[in-house]
C-alpha cells in the first residue's frame, strides 16, 4: 500500500509540474495572453462561437471571471461578439482572424515543444502514455 501512496504523490508532484510548466510556455508563447486566456479562446474556435454563459459553466468558473477575460481578449482584438442567428437576443463569441492568428501560432508552437520533448520515446512508450492520458481524463469527466 505504501508503494501505492508514494507512486500516487509522484504523479500528483508531477502532474503539478507540468500545469505550471503548461501557464509559463503559454506566457512566453504570447505574453499578452493568459493560459486562461489562451483556453477560453480555443474553445471558443473549437466549439465555432458559444455564449459567456457556456464557457463559464464549461470551466466550471464564475460568470464574472469569464466576463473579465472576455473583456480582455476583445480589449486585445482575439474575440468578437455576433448576434445569434436564431435568437436575436444572444450574443455568441467568436475568435477573430486576429484570435484565429493567434491560436495558429500558439498550437504550432505548443506542438513543436511536444515533438521536442517526446523525441526520444518509442513508439510502445508514447502509445502508452496517450492510452494512459486518456484513461486518467477519462475517469476525471466521470468523477466530475
Request: charged share 30%; aromatic share 6%; glycine share 2%.
Amino acid at each position: 500500500m505504501a508503494h501505492r501512496e508514494d507512486s500516487v504523490e509522484t504523479i500528483q508532484q508531477e502532474m503539478t509540474a507540468f500545469a505550471r510548466r503548461a501557464r509559463a510556455t503559454a506566457a512566453r508563447m504570447h505574453p499578452e495572453l493568459s493560459l486562461v486566456s489562451y483556453t477560453l479562446l480555443a474553445h471558443l474556435d473549437d466549439q465555432q462561437g458559444c455564449r459567456a454563459t457556456d464557457l463559464a459553466a464549461h470551466y466550471f468558473l464564475d460568470k464574472s471571471t469569464v466576463s473579465r477575460q472576455i473583456a480582455a481578449l476583445e480589449k486585445l482584438g482575439f474575440v468578437e461578439r455576433r448576434v445569434d442567428p436564431e435568437d436575436h437576443r444572444v450574443q455568441v463569441l467568436h475568435p477573430t482572424e486576429k484570435g484565429d492568428r493567434v491560436l495558429a501560432n500558439a498550437t504550432a508552437s505548443r506542438r513543436r515543444a511536444f515533438h521536442e520533448r517526446l523525441a526520444d520515446w518509442d513508439e510502445e512508450d508514447l502509445d502508452r502514455f496517450a492510452t494512459y492520458l486518456r484513461r486518467y481524463n477519462a475517469a476525471q469527466e466521470r468523477l466530475g
